[in-house]
């Protein structure tokens, strides 16, 4: 009886994990056990690794051959084994075709990669044809063939797998070795397809196009095959009809294409995909040079160039596909100069991110954050950027294309060091992953057995599973700092004189990766940065760790040239500063939310270099803040100051701050358009409030008054009465006051006109914050009426003057500010007017539906367009505002909810009470919310207002962005603001025009 050769306890340490079945199966082997028990555990899953090898066994013609084989010849042990314990696949290969284990005792192959030469011409007469011939032909039947085909195919990855698991074969020598086995491939499957086409394949020369992984050597154990089919006329056929050639050619490519990708017992192959070819599936399988020379020119866009990096002839007439190589290399090397050439870039690293399922994210290898994709993106942006002038790093392989990089300087020597070893880990793992079941596959598994294989496979044996985490997940981090200072660093050791091993990059180099990356002006930014970091002092040395970061998402923005151009006017304001350069070091938030919003808003730019201590508030909330503890802050800064003009530039500082708080919030997308409106109301109603106070007390003090003589009260009108204030409105109101009891009357007038108009000179006043314009135009009889009236000189005006429109007006009068029983009594005498019983008249309608089409007819700008004007447009503001106004002055009388200066509030009780039906809501809600975000998008993005998106590109692309377009989707932005004010303006067409 054959003795148990080992026990339960030494079975664990090998990393078995069924103890019992192991030592069945060891058991069955006999005395050759033994031996091989080492080699066993030094495989992925020797659980996995004794139960194929006695599936084997049992199928071999010599089972004591094997054995003894595998017992005496510790090479031939360790490829088998180590195959049979990681591919799971191969192990039901070699079971299918037992008699090809002896392809793993060559003792040559641990140090013998074979040629491409070679492999190509055992997989052609694997199928019959003689590899000598320039067009070679299957002989063997179709059927027989294509499993021909598959069983070679298998049979040199067998050779490649064992190799690379028992020997250590660099992740670019395997690559190199799959890229050629399927080279051959391709070449055999057209000997077949040639086959099947017959004699009507002679017409058309046919070249097969290797892009992608293939084309860089640097296949995947199982990928998609991307291929471009290119062809011509054959010598001697040149008088054939173009339909039989280019039919004769799609059938080589269709057939190619099948016998790759077709299922028989032998199983498949790899999909081969044509999907890069020019138009994509939409496009012609198969084109001539003329034809291909002729889209490339015309149509095609960045990310195809940056594809064709990869472009190399494997299959078919190779002359023909150097032809084609060389006839688009002028135009790959030329991609940079391309306008939009970064935003097409940015764009398709994107969507790459976009497109992973949410719950793959964090365990993509190839596509995540910190994955392969990164490092490939990272190379070949690099490679176009520069490979125009430096013919030496173009290499297509992304570590060899790496190591020109960092031969060139273009990549510091540590840098690119690093990040050859985490691409090497990173592909390595992703082999491992896919060799199991021969699976294209790219997401790391979670159970606890696969990641068990996968540790060990990558030779990690102890504690496998949260060694592989702590491993993957370095190489993660160190992929991302290394793809931000890829582009960015070397740009600074071009100005700074950084020392050591960083990238060296000439001025000109550094002037054309700038230039790539967005900068208009690529000199002016070579200027700031050399500004920024020169010399040896602590704040030089932070900038330079901070800049990277920062000058990608400069880079990011629609103006990456004024993002570095305020960053520096900000940092020399702060240099000195302590805590602003540590902020930005320390908080990342900061620091990110800052340089998007000096690369996308002048106007919050402008607030920030006049206020940079408002860098602090990036760190924290920015909703806008209620107006009482404004008034209190801005009253406590303002008594500080011992004269008036002092004290209300405390109050504007204060202003200053928060404008900038929302502008920032709003910039950013955090806070909404409706609070937005509120926020500049209520920071309105603050800095009115307390400049009121501090005018009422220095008037006071010029007449010498104990007491005022008077109560003061600000009524807010028009869109600052709705809540609706934009950053360039004006504070439109109305004085009104009262005297006290007692008091001279004309004593009382004389101060309450002192007092209004001393509030609306101080708040007008020059300074570094922007002013605030109090219009009191509004007031009856206009501007040739009195600037403040009594409550009692109100009601006798609109008693008997009072117009529609001004009814109408007061609809969004809101008292705000002063004395409190003023505005209540304010408000008591003009409901009735702006909510009547009954509603207004026909007439009245009439009346207003007169002026609405004046204003139409009149007041658009000369030369402005009609369907993109903000406030006057078709569909704007003005539109959905007076269609509003019309039914709030029609039934606000009998519905009470109607009856809010908020527009929409207002919507939302006409909803309600069934005055308009719940899509026209929708539709007026939608046009009103996307005309007046695009109205301050417009604003932040010049810096000044402006009521019609701008026709400049860039500043247009900056509207796109705050509006939370993607870059290069201005087009888009336009499209979604045309559609909604149609909407609306339909609306208004038949509920205010009837």
């Not at 994990?17 to 056990?33: N, V």
């Not at 005792?105 to 199928?127: F, I, K, Y």
């Not at 064709?308 to 002839?313: D, E, V």
Request: hydrophobic share 45%; proline share 5%; aromatic share 6%.
């Amino acid at each position: 009886m054959t003795r148990t050769p080992t026990t339960k306890v030494a079975l664990f340490r090998h990393g078995f994990t069924d103890s019992a079945a192991a030592l069945e199966a060891l058991t069955g082997l006999g005395e050759q056990a033994e031996p091989i028990l080492a080699i066993l555990g030094r495989t992925a899953d020797p659980d996995l690794a004794l139960s194929a090898l006695v599936r084997l066994a049992d199928e071999v013609e010599d089972r004591a051959a094997l054995l003894t084989a595998i017992a005496d010849d510790e090479g031939t042990a360790m490829r088998l084994l180590c195959v049979l314990g990681a591919s799971s696949a191969l192990a039901d290969h070699l079971v299918r075709h037992p008699e090809q284990w002896h392809e793993l005792t060559d003792p040559a192959m641990g140090s013998t990669r074979p040629a491409a030469w070679a492999v190509r011409a055992g997989l052609l007469e694997a199928v019959g044809a003689d590899p000598r011939d320039d067009r070679p032909v299957a002989t063997l039947p179709d059927a027989e063939a294509v499993d021909a085909l598959r069983v070679e195919y298998r049979r040199v990855l067998l050779r490649l797998a064992s190799r690379d698991l028992s020997h250590d074969v660099g992740i670019d020598d395997a690559a190199a070795e799959l890229s050629d086995l399927a080279a051959g491939t391709l070449e055999a499957a057209l000997a077949v397809a040639r086959q099947r086409v017959g004699e009507s394949a002679s017409l058309a020369r046919l070249s097969v196009i290797a892009m992608g992984k293939l084309g860089s050597h640097e296949l995947n154990y199982v990928s998609d095959v991307d291929v471009i089919f290119v062809y011509e006329p054959s010598p001697g056929h040149e008088d054939a009809s173009d339909t039989a050639v280019v039919r004769a050619a799609t059938q080589l490519a269709s057939h190619l294409i099948r016998i790759c990708s077709d299922h028989t017992s032998e199983g498949t192959i790899w999909p081969v995909d044509a999907a890069l070819r020019p138009e994509g599936k939409a496009g012609p399988l198969v084109r001539t040079l003329a034809s291909h020379l002729g889209y490339y020119e015309r149509w095609a866009k960045t990310w195809e160039f940056q594809a064709l990096l990869k472009a190399r002839p494997v299959a078919g007439d190779l002359a023909l596909g150097r032809d084609y190589v060389d006839m688009l290399a002028p135009l790959v090397w030329s991609a940079a100069e391309r306008e939009g050439f970064v935003t097409d870039a940015q764009a398709m690293r994107r969507r790459v991110i976009e497109h992973i399922p949410a719950r793959e994210a964090d365990r993509q290898i190839k596509l995540g954050s910190g994955g392969l994709r990164d490092v490939e993106f990272a190379v070949q942006l690099l490679q176009l950027v520069h490979g125009r002038m430096d013919e030496r790093i173009r290499p297509t392989a992304t570590l060899s294309a790496l190591g020109a990089l960092t031969d060139g300087g273009y990549v510091g020597r540590e840098d690119g060091e690093a990040l050859h070893e985490a691409y090497a880990f990173l592909r390595t793992l992703e082999h491992r992953m896919q060799l199991f079941q021969l699976r294209r596959i790219h997401v790391v598994p979670e159970d606890e057995p696969s990641l068990r294989r996968l540790g060990r496979s990558v030779r990690l044996f102890k504690e496998p599973v949260p060694s592989l985490n702590r491993v993957w997940e370095h190489h993660r981090r160190e992929v991302r700092r290394l793809h931000e200072k890829l582009f960015y660093r070397p740009l600074l050791a071009a100005v700074a004189g950084i020392p050591g091993s960083e990238a060296r990059l000439s001025s000109e180099a550094a002037s054309t990766r700038l230039a790539a990356l967005g900068y208009a002006d690529p000199q002016a930014a070579l200027r700031h940065l050399e500004a920024l970091t020169a010399g040896l002092s602590r704040t030089s040395t932070i900038q330079r760790a901070l800049l990277p970061a920062m000058l990608e998402w400069f880079a990011e923005g629609p103006d990456p040239d004024a993002g570095l151009f305020g960053f520096r006017r900000i940092s020399e304001a702060l240099g000195r500063t302590p805590w602003y350069l540590k902020t930005l070091r320390d908080e990342g938030t900061v620091a990110e939310r800052l340089a998007h919003l000096l690369s996308t808003s002048r106007y919050v730019t402008g607030l920030l270099e006049r206020e940079p201590q408002g860098v602090r508030i990036l760190g924290g909330s920015l909703a806008p803040l209620p107006a009482e503890p404004l008034v209190e802050e801005m009253l406590a800064a303002a008594g500080r100051q011992d004269d008036v003009e002092k004290a209300v530039r405390a109050i504007r500082a204060v202003r200053r701050r928060e404008l900038f708080r929302i502008a920032a919030g709003d910039a950013l997308r955090l806070t909404d358009v409706a609070d937005v409106g509120k926020g500049l109301s209520r920071l309105t109603d603050a800095t009115l409030e307390a400049t009121l106070r501090v005018a009422g007390l220095a008037v006071r003090r010029q007449r010498s008054l104990a007491e005022a003589p008077a109560r003061i009260a600000i009524i807010a009108m028009g869109r600052y009465g709705g809540f609706e204030l934009s950053y360039s409105s004006d504070a439109d109101v109305l004085f009104v006051f009262e005297a006290e009891p007692g008091a001279d009357a004309h004593v009382a007038t004389s101060y309450s006109q002192a007092v209004a108009n001393e509030v609306r000179r101080l708040l007008a006043l020059p300074g570094a914050d922007p002013p605030l314009h109090v219009d009191a135009d509004l007031r009856p009889e206009g501007k040739q009426g009195a600037l403040v009236r009594t409550i009692d000189s109100y009601a006798a005006y609109y008693a008997k003057w009072s117009m529609v429109w001004e009814a109408q007006a007061l609809l969004r009068a809101d008292a705000v500010v002063g004395d409190e029983d003023l505005r209540r009594r304010f408000v008591e005498l003009i409901d009735p007017l702006r909510f009547p019983v009954d509603g207004i008249s026909e007439d009245d309608i009439l009346e207003v539906r007169r002026i609405k089409a004046r204003i139409d007819r009149e007041r658009l700008p000369r030369g402005a367009d009609p369907h993109l004007h903000l406030k006057l447009g078709r569909g704007g503001l003005a539109d959905i505002e007076w269609t509003v106004q019309l039914l709030q002055m029609r039934h606000a009388g009998r519905v009470e909810s109607l009856r809010t200066p908020q527009t929409l509030d207002a919507l939302a009780a006409a909803r309600e009470a069934g005055l308009i039906s719940e899509d026209d809501t929708a539709l007026l809600i939608e046009g009103w919310r996307m005309v007046s975000r695009t109205r301050n998008a417009v604003t932040l993005v010049r810096g000044t207002s402006g009521d019609q998106i701008p026709r400049d590109t860039r500043q247009r692309a900056a509207v796109a962005s705050i509006l939370g377009y993607p870059p290069g989707a201005t087009d888009e932005m336009v499209n979604d603001y045309l559609r909604c004010t149609r909407q609306a303006r339909a609306v208004v067409d038949h509920v205010f025009w009837d």
